[in-house]
T-cell receptor, first 114, second 112 residues
């Protein structure tokens, strides 16, 4: 089955720790995205990548880092510098340079800082 | 002013009702428009995509785009309790780079 997987589904972190969220896709999409979703605020773009070994900051990149070493994978690290990391994190992917830019989402990771 | 405005609801309707969900936007560069359905604690699922003004129908769902008014709608006919979810509008285009903006979502409850 083609799709996007995210792991873990739930993640708990102590303050001061870095954690890495996994995102894998087998849709042959070139572009991948990370969003953060908070109640009542919709989706906010953290980072995106159009091709392997290249990525750009979104609207709320501070305190986050990413890598794109493989087309299929786009892991997100939430660092200790992120002031309020408790949120629902969504990974998405799409074809690149496609005016339609239909993004398909994974199931999400809920991160809670204790 | 936000680029996309969407009434957060909640919107509560009886089973079988026609539901109308709406978004307004300010950026005339937006070229494509989407509706996503998101169940609680799940990722959004793409429901409808439209590229031009007018209507697009898929089963019980109809997406409508009015570019002149910068207004998009999603209609759900014969609503079912399983339609209870949050509905996100999204739109995008080339604005110095390809960009997609999401609305905050409208929570819909369909009562049996």
């Amino acid at each position: 089955d083609g799709g996007i997987t995210q792991s873990p589904k739930y993640l708990f972190r102590k303050e001061g720790q870095n954690v890495t969220l996994s995102c894998e896709q087998n849709l042959n999409h070139d572009a991948m995205y990370w969003y953060r979703q908070d109640p009542g605020q919709g989706l906010r773009l953290i980072y995106y990548s159009q091709i392997v070994n290249d990525f750009q900051k979104g609207d709320i990149a501070e305190g986050y880092s990413v890598s794109r070493e493989k087309k299929e994978s786009f892991p997100l690290t939430v660092t200790s510098a992120q002031k309020n990391p408790t949120a629902f994190y969504l990974c998405a992917s799409s074809f690149r340079d496609n005016l339609r830019n239909e993004q398909f989402f994974g199931p999400g990771t809920r991160l809670t800082v204790l | 002013q936000k680029e996309v405005e969407q009434d957060p609801g909640p919107l509560s309707v009886p089973e079988g009702a026609i539901v109308s969900l709406n978004c307004t936007y300010s950026n005339s560069a937006f070229q494509y428009f989407m509706w996503y359905r998101q169940y609680s604690r799940k990722g959004p699922e793409l429901l409808m995509y439209t590229y031009s003004s007018g209507n697009k129908e898929d089963g019980r769902f109809t997406a409508q785009v009015d570019k002149s008014s910068k207004y998009i709608s999603l209609f759900i006919r014969d609503s079912q309790p399983s339609d209870s979810a949050t509905y996100l509008c999204a739109m995008g285009g080339y604005t110095g780079g390809f960009k997609t903006i999401f609305g905050a979502g409208t929570r819909l409850f369909v009562k049996a």
